[in-house]
C-alpha cells in the first residue's frame, strides 16, 4: 500500500518506473530457426532477438534433419518440429526449450505416415501435420509431459485441379486450427479447396464435416491466417498468386475478395501473416520479383488494399513479425540469410535493416516470449 501511495504522490518516481533490467527482459525474445539440412545446416537454430533494437545473438543448435517448419507450445516449454523428408523417416519430433539458455533437448518422434511433412500446428492437446507428398494431415495426441503419441488419425486431400504437373497428387499444405478452438482447417491445394474438421469437446480424434470450401481452380491454396480479432481469414494461393479474404463465423468461412500479391504469375506464393495490430497483410513471392507483397486491413470490414512491395532475398519461403510489430523477419532459404526489416507502423512499409542473420537454408522462424 505504501508504494501505491507514494507512486500516486509523485513521491517516488523509481518505484513507479520499470527498471532498465525489466525492460531489458521484455525486449528480448528467443528465436528458433528451422532449415534445410542438404547444405551445412545442422538443424534447429536458436538465437536471443532484440525486438527493439533488431540484433540477434546466436545461442544453440540441435541436430535433425530437415526441420522446414515448428511451432512452440503456448507456455513455450515445448517446440514441435517436422522432418520434411520424402520417404518413411518423415516424422514429427517433440522437443523441450530451455528459454535461458536457448536449448533444445529432444522427447521424442512420431512418424507422420505421410511424405514430405512442411506444416506443424497446436492446440495444447493435439498436434497437426501437414503432409505435402503425402496428400494428409496427421493428428497426433499430446501427452502430459509434451510427448507425442502415435499418429491416430489421418485424414487424405485430392487431386482435381487443372494444372498436370503440380496438381497431379494430393498435396495437403497447412492444417490450423480456428481462433475459436473449434474446427481444423486444412489446404486441399490439388483440389483447389479448404477442408473444414469439427473438433468434438470430449473427442481429440477430428470428425470430418461434409462441408469443403472450393477455390478457384488452378490456385493451389497454401497458407492460411486469421486475424487477431478472428472474425476475418486471409488465403495465400501459390499458384495463382492471389490473397483471398473471408469473413469468419463459427467454422463458416465466407469469401469476400480476392487480391493479387504476385503481379509478374510467378506461380510461387508463399507465406501469410497479419501485423499483430492486424492493420496490414504481408504475402511472400517466390520464383521470380521475390519479396513481400503489403496490404491495408479495412478495420470497418476486412478487405484489404495494395500498400506496398518489398523486394527481399532468393526464395522467401517463411517469415515473422514480432510480437511488438516493429520487425519482420524473412527466411530467405536461397540467399542463406535471414533479412531483419524494420516495420512503419503508420504505412506498413518495410525498411532493410541490414542486420542480416546468416544460416544455411533457412526456411522457417518462430518467437517465443
Known sequence: ???????????????????????????????????YTNGTSKGIYTFRFNQETGAATPLSVVEL?????????????????????NDSTAALSALAFDKETGSLRLLNTQPTLGADPCYVATNGKEVLTANYSGGTMSVFGLRKDGTLAPVDTLFMGSATGPDTVRQIVPHIHCALFSPDGKYIFATDFSADRLLRFVLHPKDIVPHLSAETIDIKADSGPRHLTFSPDGKYAYLITELSGKVIAFRYDDGKLEQMQTITADTVAARGSADIHLSPDGKYLYASNRLQEDGIAIFAVNPENGTLAKAGYQKTGIHPRHFNITPNGKYLLAACRDSNIIQVYERDATTGLLKDTHQDIEVDKPVCVQFIQ
Open 65 to 85: 534433419p530437415n526441420p522446414s517448419y515448428l511451432t512452440p507450445s503456448e507456455d513455450g516449454k515445448f517446440v514441435y518440429a517436422v522432418s520434411e523428408m
Open 1 to 35: 500500500m505504501k508504494t501505491l501511495l507514494y507512486c500516486m504522490l509523485g513521491l517516488s518516481v523509481t518505484a513507479c518506473t520499470p527498471s532498465k533490467t525489466e525492460n531489458k527482459a521484455s525486449d528480448e525474445l528467443s528465436m528458433l530457426v528451422g532449415t
